[in-house]
């Protein structure tokens, strides 16, 4: 993977909303899910939940593309997670 950026000086902390799914910070129902339900308002349930989960991966997307140094720590975690597995 190539560097965008400079080297940082340390890991890099994303906010906490981006470590931790809460819920009622991703409450509030967007278009796709208004669409999916017919314009009812979910407040609870499995779909309002998945919504909501939703909501929240698609920030935590956003927030990477925008942040590329955090983006590639996070990757070079996978590929060290991946290769400390491989190894036993």
Known sequence: MARWLGKSNGPIEPPSWYRT???????????????????????????????????????????RAEHPLLAEQEFREIISRHQKRRRG
Do not use: K
């Open 21 to 63: 799914f809460d819920p009622a910070m991703w409450d509030e129902p967007d278009e796709r899910e208004l669409l999916m339900t017919g314009g009812v308002v979910l407040t609870e349930g499995e779909l309002h939940e998945y919504h909501a989960q939703r909501r929240w991966h698609e920030a935590q997307f956003r927030y």
